[in-house]
């Protein structure tokens, strides 16, 4: 038997026993992955399933064991209440101008901390403290700030001539919304900085060099050059801001269980109040169900509009 004809059998051999062997099994990839589908089919998608069959039931928390089937009847009796509107408004004005501040106010100090100067190592490690403080902390910090009596908030708004009668700022129907947005917004911002600054520190510099070299200003270097680097992960963060901001409970229930009057009262909030002060959780799960096509929509919107711009950057 010849060198070449052993050389032959023997890869033949080594071959049959890979194909063989269960690391080079067809079922290896699902092996791998049945953990993590088995985690998303029980505390995703079974509870998942559970909410939309309690939506369209009437079931009550005192006795959930019993539920009566009625249809749409939930969703219908929930949109027909102006209460249930005026929630709606509010949780979209919570959601855009959560997103649109944060995102705007952390590529600001993205931008700021971009730059070199004394002590920047330092104040990079203090911007992150808002967004690593948990949410309990956040808000008991803001309810602290804006207290009538003692509160830093208000002594400043007095020193200004801009004081709240009373210094109530979160029993105000009028103040409360903004009050809460300032506490949200105060903690989201830094997560959105940390990310953008990666973002900019990724930018090719030779490109801003040729941008100025041919004469172009700082706004039209950023428009050109850096914005089109960081435009995508300006996306994504939006698309985490809308998500987190239609999930925020603690902190909202914290500083005003949604009042005055539900002047801050977003659909977690209804959500709650349905369940556990109404005791109906056909209805708690009807106003969870119109939340999750929201966020199905705003999902699927984003890929719209990232599938968009890479058919032009193409």
């Known amino acids: 038997m010849t060198v070449l004809e052993r050389q032959q059998i023997t890869g033949t051999r080594s071959g049959t026993r890979r194909r063989g062997s269960p690391l080079g099994s067809k079922w290896t990839p699902y092996l791998f992955l049945a953990p993590a589908a088995l985690f998303i089919l029980v505390f995703q998608v079974v509870p998942l399933a559970q909410e939309i069959f309690l939506s369209f039931t009437r079931t009550s928390l005192l006795n959930p064991t019993r539920s009566t089937w009625v249809g749409f009847d939930n969703f219908t009796r929930i949109f027909g209440d102006e209460d249930f509107r005026r929630t709606l408004l509010i949780t979209l004005v919570y959601v ?26 330092l104040a990079r490690a203090l911007v992150t403290i808002p967004w690593a403080a948990p949410g309990i902390a956040v808000a008991l910090i803001a309810i602290w700030m804006l207290n009538p009596d003692y509160g830093i908030v208000n002594r400043f ?29 105060w903690q989201l911002f830094p997560f959105t900085s940390v990310v953008l600054l990666s973002a900019l520190q990724s930018v090719p510099p030779h490109l801003t060099e040729a941008a100025t070299m041919d004469g172009a200003g700082r706004w039209w270097t950023f428009r050109a050059v850096t914005w089109q680097a960081i435009k995508p992960t300006v996306g994504l963060l939006a ?34 109040s349905q369940a556990f002060d109404s005791k109906q959780l056909g209805s708690a799960a009807a106003v969870g169900m119109v939340g999750v096509v929201i966020s199905l929509i705003v999902i699927a919107g984003s890929r719209f509009v990232a599938r968009a711009a890479e058919r032009e950057a193409r």
């Open 96 to 121: 855009v101008v959560c997103v649109v501040v944060a995102v705007g106010t952390g590529l600001a100090v993205a931008l700021l901390l971009n730059k070199g100067f004394r002590g920047r190592g």
């Open 157 to 185: 708004l007095d020193a200004v001539g801009l004081g709240v009668p009373g210094g109530a700022i979160l029993d105000s129907p009028r103040y409360a919304l903004p009050a809460v947005l300032a506490t949200t917004i």
């Open 239 to 272: 698309l985490l801001m809308t998500i987190w901001s239609l999930r925020r409970f603690e902190l909202i229930w914290l500083m005003t269980k949604g009042g005055p009057v539900g002047a801050t009262e977003t659909l977690v909030i209804d959500l709650y």
